[in-house]
């Protein structure tokens, strides 16, 4: 099982992840990373909880989004393939993030 640290909001993180996806977890921790940080500066430090739910929602609306599109134009088997590895490259994101949140908060329940 392959593992990475990543940071978020100034805060490092010990993810496992399977071995070989290193650096996607590593790219998606940066996506969620960007969002953190605009999601900061666009409304301030409202808790690390709060910031990575925002930023959960905002990746859920944009693959919302993408999905909606690749439904769209989604009339050849390549495009339904194409679908398909982005929902699952999103479950996997918000998979991250929930247990992050979930991590997050079972910290300030146990304060």
């Known amino acids: 099982m392959g593992q990475v640290t ?3 909001n100034g805060r490092a993180y010990q993810i496992a992840c399977e071995d070989g996806k290193e650096r996607h ?3 998606l921790a940066a996506y969620v990373e960007a969002r ?5 500066q666009d ?4 808790g690390e909880a709060r910031l990575l739910l925002l930023a959960s929602l905002i990746a859920a ?3 919302a989004e993408a999905r909606a599109a690749i439904k769209d134009g989604a009339s050849t088997a390549d495009g339904l393939k194409r679908m398909a590895r982005i929902e699952d ?3 996997r994101a918000i998979d991250v993030m ?3 949140i979930d991590a997050v908060a079972a910290r300030l329940e146990g304060h």
Not at 43 to 46: C, D, L, T
């Open 25 to 27: 977890v590593e790219q």
């Open 43 to 46: 409304i301030g430090q409202v």
């Open 6 to 8: 990543v940071t978020v």
């Open 89 to 91: 490259a999103a479950a």
């Open 61 to 63: 609306d944009e693959l």
């Open 36 to 40: 953190v940080s605009e999601l900061a």
């Open 98 to 100: 929930a247990q992050r």
